[in-house]
């Protein structure tokens, strides 16, 4: 049985949040006491975005520094005991074996606190500087999810592929448990990969319709074949006290561009207008309208809700307060 530790139970759902690693805000003390501070507020798992090569959207500024994902997660996970480390996602610029031996030193070191997501990234320019052809990224894809599998339950591996072969690779340590591997996309094909190569979906950002459309076909799938897979999702998330205070400054018609997937979504049927019409893509409010938002994610059979604060990484540290003393608590006490 895969090991599914941010499943949702009777308790309710699980909760992760985006770490600052990227951007103007990125900085060691950011990264490494903001897991500290999200393990202490009761966040269930801390999570990092993979850039080789990294163009910042509008609402990201014009910074470009982007700290290496798993470089920045062995820092936290120094720090840390009891949170999970979490890629969302690694893209297809890595040799599969050192992804293998990366995740798996990870996991050693953290004592089994990892969950590999893994995607097939949308830049042409970032896998050729890689070496690798951005037409076979599905084909890397699948071929890495089978590598790293094998590697991490034997020894002396043989592999022969269409893109990588390989003759009697042992590589330890072994991950300290099991690392589920999560597929990240928002499009009908990567609910597919999903159900077909993963042990979860954990699309980006995607309305509230689109979602919908999603989850049905992934009852579909996994009804047909049995598969049991952990459902996330990564919101941004604008928390404030004061409610108009938090919609202040939310560029409606940006944050319905910002996503390479956005001409597969669906939209309500009025057209996005006001931040309340971004239900899905952006949660935002104060505390008790951020929980409603949260809770009606629930109500479709989410396990694991991911706050993306990058809308407000400038006050990340009282945001994670915030949502540790109020949301937290609220969503916990209702189980949801």
């Given at each position: 049985?895969?090991?599914?530790?941010?499943?949702?139970?009777?308790?309710?759902?699980?909760?992760?949040?985006?770490?600052?690693?990227?951007?103007?805000?990125?900085?060691?003390?950011?990264?490494?006491?903001?897991?500290?501070?999200?393990?202490?507020?009761?966040?269930?798992?801390?999570?990092?975005?993979?850039?080789?090569?990294?163009?910042?959207?509008?609402?990201?500024?014009?910074?470009?520094?982007?700290?290496?994902?798993?470089?920045?997660?062995?820092?936290?996970?120094?720090?840390?005991?009891?949170?999970?480390?979490?890629?969302?996602?690694?893209?297809?610029?890595?040799?599969?074996?050192?992804?293998?031996?990366?995740?798996?030193?990870?996991?050693?070191?953290?004592?089994?606190?990892?969950?590999?997501?893994?995607?097939?990234?949308?830049?042409?320019?970032?896998?050729?500087?890689?070496?690798?052809?951005?037409?076979?990224?599905?084909?890397?894809?699948?071929?890495?999810?089978?590598?790293?599998?094998?590697?991490?339950?034997?020894?002396?591996?043989?592999?022969?592929?269409?893109?990588?072969?390989?003759?009697?690779?042992?590589?330890?340590?072994?991950?300290?448990?099991?690392?589920?591997?999560?597929?990240?996309?928002?499009?009908?094909?990567?609910?597919?990969?999903?159900?077909?190569?993963?042990?979860?979906?954990?699309?980006?950002?995607?309305?509230?319709?689109?979602?919908?459309?999603?989850?049905?076909?992934?009852?579909?799938?996994?009804?047909?074949?049995?598969?049991?897979?952990?459902?996330?999702?990564?919101?941004?998330?604008?928390?404030?006290?004061?409610?108009?205070?938090?919609?202040?400054?939310?560029?409606?018609?940006?944050?319905?561009?910002?996503?390479?997937?956005?001409?597969?979504?669906?939209?309500?049927?009025?057209?996005?207008?006001?931040?309340?019409?971004?239900?899905?893509?952006?949660?935002?409010?104060?505390?008790g309208e951020v929980v409603e938002q949260v809770a009606a994610m629930a109500a479709r059979g989410i396990d694991h809700f991911v706050?993306?604060?990058?809308?407000?990484?400038?006050?990340?540290?009282?945001?994670?307060?915030?949502?540790?003393?109020?949301?937290?608590?609220?969503?916990?006490?209702?189980?949801?």
């Amino acid at each position: 049985m895969t090991y599914r530790p941010l499943d949702r139970t009777d308790a309710g759902m699980t909760y992760g949040v985006l770490i600052p690693h990227f951007g103007a805000e990125a900085s060691p003390r950011r990264i490494i006491d903001g897991a500290v501070l999200a393990e202490d507020v009761g966040f269930d798992a801390v999570w990092v975005r993979d850039h080789l090569i990294w163009t910042p959207h509008g609402m990201e500024g014009d910074d470009p520094t982007f700290v290496e994902p798993l470089t920045a997660l062995a820092a936290m996970a120094s720090r840390t005991s009891r949170i999970f480390l979490g890629t969302a996602v690694l893209i297809p610029v890595r040799w599969p074996l050192k992804v293998a031996q990366d995740l798996a030193s990870l996991s050693y070191l953290a004592g089994g606190r990892v969950i590999a997501g893994l995607g097939l990234g949308s830049g042409e320019k970032e896998l050729a500087a890689a070496g690798f052809d951005r037409r076979k990224r599905k084909r890397i894809f699948v071929e890495t999810s089978e590598i790293v599998r094998r590697i991490w339950q034997e020894d002396h591996v043989s592999y022969s592929g269409e893109m990588f072969s390989f003759d009697d690779v042992t590589i330890r340590p072994k991950p300290a448990a099991d690392i589920p591997l999560w597929y990240g996309g928002s499009t009908r094909k990567s609910v597919e990969n999903a159900v077909e190569y993963c042990d979860g979906w954990m699309p980006g950002r995607i309305p509230i319709e689109t979602l919908d459309d999603r989850l049905q076909l992934l009852d579909e799938l996994t009804a047909a074949t049995g598969a049991k897979i952990t459902r996330s999702v990564i919101p941004l998330v604008k928390v404030d006290k004061d409610g108009g205070r938090a919609r202040e400054g939310v560029d409606v018609a940006a944050l319905t561009g910002s996503s390479e997937a956005s001409k597969t979504w669906i939209g309500p049927p009025g057209g996005w207008n006001t931040p309340d019409d971004l239900k899905g893509i952006l949660a935002v409010g104060d505390p008790g309208e951020v929980v409603e938002q949260v809770a009606a994610m629930a109500a479709r059979g989410i396990d694991h809700f991911v706050f993306d604060l990058r809308l407000q990484y400038d006050r990340f540290e009282e945001a994670l307060e915030l949502i540790g003393s109020e949301v937290l608590p609220a969503l916990r006490a209702a189980r949801i």
